[in-house]
């Protein structure tokens, strides 16, 4: 069993919807959590960065980390077709920083 | 700064030849990290460098795989009589040494490696 489990999608909204994305985990070690985003063909690019229990907002998206249920989630309001894209999440221990281990993404389509 | 880059974009090469890839990191990151990414899967952790010194590596990596990072600037990952489950993307990517920002990678575009 991986130590990062992300719903596999894939995900097909239209514009202007919520979109929620998720992840479990096993290792209680993990402190870090980010997403990225990745286009077909490019690297990933950092979204969201959360440390530790709690909500970030950053515009339209927003991280939650609930340690206790060792579940991460990554909301998008007003979705627009340019969020079209493979979204990733990533975590690491205090220890290991910078050693993220990542789900194996959700493709996001938003439909115009 | 442009970021992180790799070279070659993307590299074909016959069952058994040798290959090398390039990453240039932001000038101002001290870590350095490798990682792999085959399709619909995410990237996978090989190995990081804190300046020159090679900090870990994943026993994904075998005996074919070695990674060098000389002056702790650039690095290369060659892999040695490539096989066919070698094919996939080799990210590159930098962040600062300390701090929570550690934790924060930039990607480079990738290294899509094809073995015939």
């Known amino acids: 069993q991986k130590e990062v489990e992300q719903d596999p999608g894939p995900l097909s909204v239209p514009e202007g919807a919520i979109v929620s994305l998720n992840c479990t985990y096993s290792n209680s070690a993990f402190q870090y959590f980010m997403w990225y985003r990745q286009y077909s063909r490019k690297g990933p690019e950092l979204l969201m960065y959360?440390?530790?229990?709690g909500n970030k907002e950053d515009g339209r998206f927003t991280a939650q980390v609930d340690k206790s249920s060792k579940y991460i989630s990554l909301f998008i309001r007003d979705s627009q077709p340019s969020d079209s894209a493979t979204y990733l999440c990533?975590?690491?221990?205090?220890?290991?920083?910078?050693?993220?281990?990542f789900g194996d993404g959700t493709t996001l389509t938003v439909k115009p | 700064d442009t970021g992180v880059s790799q070279d070659p974009r993307h590299k074909i090469t016959k069952r058994g030849q040798n290959v090398t890839f390039r990453c240039d990191p932001i000038s101002e990151h001290n870590r350095l990290y490798w990682y792999r990414q085959t399709l619909g899967q995410g990237p996978e952790f090989l190995t990081y460098f804190q300046n020159e010194a090679q900090l870990e590596k994943s026993r994904l990596l075998s005996d074919r795989f070695s990674a060098e990072r000389p002056k702790g600037s650039f690095s290369t990952l060659e892999i040695q009589r490539t096989e066919q489950g070698d094919s996939a993307m080799y990210l590159c990517?930098?962040?600062?040494?300390f701090g929570s920002g550690a934790n924060v990678l930039t990607f480079g575009a990738g290294s899509r490696l094809t073995v015939l």
């Open positions: 990533a975590m690491s221990a205090i220890t290991n920083a910078g050693k993220s281990t």
């Open positions: 990517a930098s962040s600062p040494g």
């Open positions: 959360t440390y530790s229990s």
